[in-house]
């Protein structure tokens, strides 16, 4: 707001006041203003030429005067390092939220895993043929997939799928480094475990695996973040959804198709959204959950790895664009299945009984969710594994088939 200002000075210093009409031209940076009654707008001070020498004089309303802070030498250095590390750690904070989707989500690590090929372990997969397959994401993001089909029928090398009682198709969502490829020789082993089963209720079975792999990861194109990675999942429902009808046509006596879906570490975030959203084609709905070393959300983990109140990372959780909350997608699952009048998915966990990245508290407390909920719900460990090897030891990839096997004949038998 302009203030009107007259300019006068101090008696001890010009020893008389002067008109206001017969000072000369302010200076307002530099442009001069000159007039008998000036309109000055934010001017702090104005310096008027009296006998060769500047004045400074005040000027009255909302002006200020300016000031100077004066650091004494022998503080200088410690202001600066202080200066120094709050910088550093305004710049941390920027950083952590800027490149949050870089920080969690990591497909070039190692190196070389965008470049991996299914034959390089080929012949680790015991006999387990897999195969390149290609969907589309809702966004047209072209996503790579690595699928195969295997009896569930001990002693037999094939089973005519018309004569299959059920087919079991496995969604599997990985963790947030390396790719596919590496994973399958130790899938392909819970496979076969799976395929030997001695449960009688199990046989005739087929069971087709359907490892999808996150945009930017493999040979998949685009980019990681939480909301693409809901569109991939929701991709991978459609595409077993697609094969399920061109496989058995409209054939009412067809198997029953039963989904499971299996998330490891992040990809059990993946898993719980897609079964929480409901955005799954009606023809295969989710009927069981194998969580492999899962944990609450990204800010409880925040707050597990670093509970330092100085460290800024778990003070950043409002700026999260990522979440993978199965604490809260629990919940909607359950309160999704009463709505619909449905069985809701049983759900297996697997923990890793060494993890130094997830720590125990994390697998009670969805355990208790889970029994809160009515959710039918069973709890497991790998004996001595960490969080990337639960079923890389042969004790982690039984419990794994046990698994699969458990939630197979919970869904078969109506639970």
């Not at 005067?65 to 590390?85: D, E, N, W």
């Not at 997830?358 to 959710?375: F, I, K, N, S, Y």
Request: hydrophobic share 40%; with cysteine.
């Amino acid at each position: 707001m302009a203030s009107r200002c007259l300019v006068s000075a101090s008696r001890a210093r010009l020893g008389r006041l002067r008109p206001a009409s017969s000072l000369p031209s302010c200076r307002k940076g530099s442009t001069y203003i000159g007039s008998s009654r000036l309109e000055v707008t934010a001017v702090r001070t104005l310096i008027v030429p009296l006998a060769g020498k500047p004045c400074t004089f005040s000027v009255a309303g909302n002006s200020r005067h300016a000031r100077s802070i004066h650091i004494p030498t022998v503080l200088m250095p410690p202001v600066l390092f202080v200066g120094l590390l709050v910088a550093l750690y305004v710049w941390k904070c920027i950083m952590l939220v800027v490149f949050q989707n870089k920080i969690i989500y990591m497909p070039g690590f190692p190196p070389n895993s965008r470049w991996e090929l299914i034959d390089n372990y080929a012949n680790h997969c015991g006999g387990i043929k897999w195969t390149d397959e290609r969907t589309r994401a809702a966004d047209g993001t072209d996503l790579a997939m690595a699928v195969t089909t295997v009896p569930m029928q001990k002693g037999k090398s094939s089973t005519d799928k018309k004569d299959a009682k059920a087919h079991i198709y496995v969604l599997y969502f990985q963790g947030n480094a390396a790719s596919i490829p590496p994973r399958l020789p130790d899938l392909s082993w819970v496979l076969r475990n799976v395929g030997d089963s001695h449960n009688p209720n199990l046989a005739p079975l087929q069971i087709t695996f359907v490892c999808l792999s996150y945009r930017g990861y493999w040979t998949s194109r685009g980019r990681p973040s939480e909301d693409g990675l809901r569109l991939d999942a929701e991709a991978g429902a459609r595409w077993i959804s697609q094969y399920h009808g061109q496989l058995y046509g409209s054939d009412r006596e067809a198997p029953v198709p039963i989904l499971l879906i299996w998330g490891q570490s992040i990809g059990c975030g993946v898993a719980t959204n897609l079964a929480a959203t409901g955005r799954i084609p009606e023809n295969v709905p989710v009927r069981g959950l194998l969580l492999e070393t899962p944990f609450l959300s990204v800010r409880t983990m925040l707050e597990t790895l670093y509970p330092q109140k100085w460290l800024p990372y778990k003070h950043l959780w409002p700026f999260l664009r990522n979440h993978l909350d199965s604490w809260t997608n629990l919940e909607t699952i359950a309160s999704t299945a009463r709505e619909r009048g449905r069985p809701p998915p049983n759900i297996f966990i697997l923990e890793a009984e060494r993890d130094e990245l997830v720590p125990p508290e994390h697998a009670e407390r969805l355990l208790g969710r889970c029994q809160d909920l009515g959710l039918p719900v069973e709890r497991v460990k790998s004996p001595a594994a960490f969080h990337s090897d639960a079923i890389m030891r042969v004790e982690g990839k039984r419990l794994a088939a046990l698994g699969i096997v458990r939630l197979t004949k919970q869904a078969l038998d109506g639970g």
